[in-house]
């Protein structure tokens, strides 16, 4: 049960949000329960169609500092965030992925840079990417140019409550992926000021059953909204052509693996119409074009 007596100190909200994702949740709930401060709250959100195990989890967890919530229909990633946000009792908050998780000095660091950038609506700093296999340390970006792809940090790093509302939240019609993306490029447009720290923030784990890999095929729609929504940043049409060889681009590769020609010579003659050649895009037009036998021998290794 959650206990206003251990809230009451409470300076920072942390959001949980679980769909399907059981593997690592427990991992996630611990990395803030273990944090070196207890000036934070948490809201752990169940969206609805989450799977059994992930139900199993969040019906017998209980900690007094987290409250739970489950939504009544299915919110998808961001949605989903934003209803632990309107949860929240505190002026600032901070998103945690159920498949990733926080350094131990996470909210005690967040808390110092609040301290000490009264003027600041968001706090920003390098994220370390993991896997079973590596970790590598993703620095934030000055340049506005990554704009035309992703944001310019970890897209879930500490906002300003206030400063969440007063953008608009994130965009409802971009129901798969990608809402935090539009975010930040909003917060970018309307200048407003962060600060920065050079510890690392957020431990993000490299999966291959992310929500983004789940969702390929929704990347040209989500693209399209992108633009749509932003024609001030995209007026340029060197960043607008960035933006979509960026996408289909990557269509393309994906398509590919999948073994998938067709589509992915569709993709790639997409990208090539806002880009340039690459190997790959061109290793897939030929591709389009073999025999299946041809094609066969050269998933087999024997044609080159």
Known sequence: MVSNKDLRNAKISVGITAYKNSKYLLEALNSLINQSVDSWEGIFVLDKGADLKT??????????????????????????????????????????????????YAISEILNKISESPNAEYIYGPTMHFSKKSSYIMPPSNDPEVLTSSALFSAIMPIKIAMYFRIGGYAKELKYFAADWDFWLSVYEKKIVGAETKKILYHRRNHAHNVIARNMSQWPDVINIIIARHPKFFFNNKRKRKALYSVYEKLARHYRIKRKRK??????????????STTTLQEILIEEKMSKVRYAMRLMGKLL
Do not use: M, V
């Open 263 to 276: 589509r992915a010579a569709f993709y790639a003659k997409i990208a090539l119409q806002n880009g340039a």
């Open 55 to 104: 139900k199993k989890i969040f019906n017998s967890f209980e900690h007094p500092r987290i409250l739970k919530h489950k939504c009544s229909n299915h919110k998808g990633a961001e949605q989903a965030r934003h209803e632990a946000i309107k949860l929240s009792s505190t002026d600032w908050f901070f998103q945690l992925d159920s498949d990733d998780k926080i350094p131990p």
